[in-house]
Each structure stands twice: as C-alpha cells, then as structure tokens.
C-alpha cells in the first residue's frame, strides 16, 4: 500500500513539473556532468610535475614534486595539450548541441528557452575566457596552456621545466584580471 502511495506522489509532481522542465533538468545535468569530466582531465594527479599549494604561496613557499615515471618527452606534452582542446571542445559542442535542441523544439516553454540560451551564453562567455587567458598566458613566454574554468575555480595547465614565483604571479593575476576568480581558487599544473 505505501509503495502504491508513494507511486501515486511521484506521478503527480511528475505532472506538476512536466515534461519539458525534465528535459532541461537532463540537459544541466548532462552539462554538468561534461563540466565534471573535463576538469577531470585537467587534473590527473599521476601526471602533474607541478603542485603549487596556494596558501603556502602567500608566505613565498612554492612546494614543487617531480614528474613520475621520469621525463616525458616533448611529443607526449605537446599532444597532451591537443588532445584536451580537442577533449575540451568536443565536451563543449556537444553540451551546446542539446541546449540548442531544447531552444528549437517548438514544445518547449519560454522559460526553458530562455533557460537553455542562458546556459548558452554562459558557455560562450567561459570559452572566451579560457581563450583569452590562454593566449596572454602564452604571450608571457609559455609555450604551450590550457586554462579550464568550473564555476568560481580554475585551472591552468602550462608546459614548463620549473616554475618561478614571478610566473606563478603572473599567471594568477591573469587568470583574476580575466575571469574574477581569486588566487586562493586557482590551480597551475606544471606538464
């Protein structure tokens, strides 16, 4: 009886929140999800060199651990940054494709539509972010970066043989002046 009960609950929120507020709550979540994946990519511990640890930066400790495994080569790093822009986009491109699809469904309400545009934007403004802090990161001397933001955190992966605390400076006030996220919630990943 109380499962017949509690049966009968699901189905009538079911019908209060409907069926198209499903499909967006599916398609957050499925934004989510490829959000979570990606900073995954970014920060595999096995494969760091670099581990900059913020609040010991503040006192002008820079705790750094080696690679393990020994060194990789350049070939290794080098396809490493394209194979997570190419993860990266992908991830992105797709996310976008079922916001898209929520947009152009003609039974989709306004508000899901405004909702999924919203959603949108917010991703094309992160991809401009990223883009933007890549490239004055590289222009500061790096040659390889990958920045990903989640949120009110970021990452940024560069190619280097050893950072100095002006570098890592550098790149925290990058990442701030571009995207507002503090130092405190800032990751560098030396590859």
């Known amino acids: 009886m109380k ?3 509690f049966k009968e609950n699901v ?8 069926r198209r507020n ?7 979540l499925l934004i989510a999800a490829a ?30 651990t080696q690679p393990q495994g020994g060194n990789a080569s350049t070939e290794d790093v080098d396809s490493y940054f394209s194979s997570v822009q190419i993860t990266r986009q992908r991830t992105r491109d797709e996310a976008i494709e079922v916001l898209q699809s929520v947009v152009d469904n003609q039974s989709s309400t ?11 934007n917010k991703l094309a403004t992160t ?16 040659e390889e970066c990958v920045a990903v933001i ?10 280097s043989e050893g950072l100095a605390a002006a570098q890592i400076s550098q790149i925290n ?19």
Request: charged share 25%; glycine share 8%; net charge negative.
């Open 3 to 5: 499962f017949e009960n």
């Open 11 to 18: 189905k009538d929120i079911c019908k209060k929140i409907g």
């Open 22 to 28: 499903f499909i967006i709550a599916g398609a957050v």
């Open 35 to 64: 959000i979570v994946v990606n900073f995954a990519v970014f920060s595999d511990d096995k494969d760091e060199g670099f581990n900059y640890d913020q609040s010991a930066g503040m006192n002008g400790d820079i705790s750094t």
């Open 110 to 120: 306004e508000t899901a539509k405004n909702e999924a545009l919203s959603e949108i």
């Open 127 to 142: 991809m401009e972010t990223e883009a933007n802090i890549e490239t004055l990161i590289i222009a500061k001397g790096f």
């Open 150 to 159: 989640s949120g009110e955190s970021a990452s940024v992966v560069v190619k």
């Open 173 to 191: 006030e990058i990442v701030y002046q571009q995207s507002g996220i503090l130092p405190v919630n800032i990751t560098i990943i030396e590859r």
